[in-house]
Nanobody, 121 residues
Framework: QVQVVESGGGLVTVGESRRLSCVVS????????MAWYRQAPGKEREWLAT???????NYAPNVKGRFTIFRDNANNTVSLQMANLAPEDTAVYYC???????????????WGQGTQVTVSS
């Protein structure tokens, strides 16, 4: 069994920064891609950024240059540093991890429960 738990959400003022964190734990052999998504009220879940196990990352155009994704493979964590937040960044932020429990097992995708970020003026 694998658990994915996000933290770091809360109420933020416009223009401020916030760092979200996500810990993956449980029956883990390797964690491959890790990613962040968000879902605003009434909208579909939106992909924000992905980081590969070996480090390369890519971003959605609307957050590139403002959000930074990084990971700590030793602790199976991934973080999202968000800068210059605006009201349209208000959403529930989700972490996704692609995990293999053992070399002979298939890679599975796991999601966290999400953490709410609310940006107010």
């Amino acid at each position: 069994q694998v658990q994915v738990v996000e933290s770091g959400g809360g109420l933020v003022t416009v223009g401020e920064s916030r760092r979200l964190s996500c810990v993956v734990s449980g029956n883990i052999w390797r964690v491959f891609d890790m990613a962040w998504y968000r879902q605003a009220p009434g909208k579909e879940r939106e992909w924000l950024a992905t980081i590969r196990e070996d480090g390369p990352s890519n971003y959605a155009p609307n957050v590139k240059g403002r959000f930074t994704i990084f990971r700590d493979n030793a602790n199976n964590t991934v973080s999202l540093q968000m800068a210059n937040l605006a009201p349209e960044d208000t959403a529930v932020y989700y972490c996704r991890a692609d995990v293999r429990g053992a070399p002979q097992l298939a890679t599975k995708t796991y999601w966290g429960q999400g953490t709410q970020v609310t940006v107010s003026s």
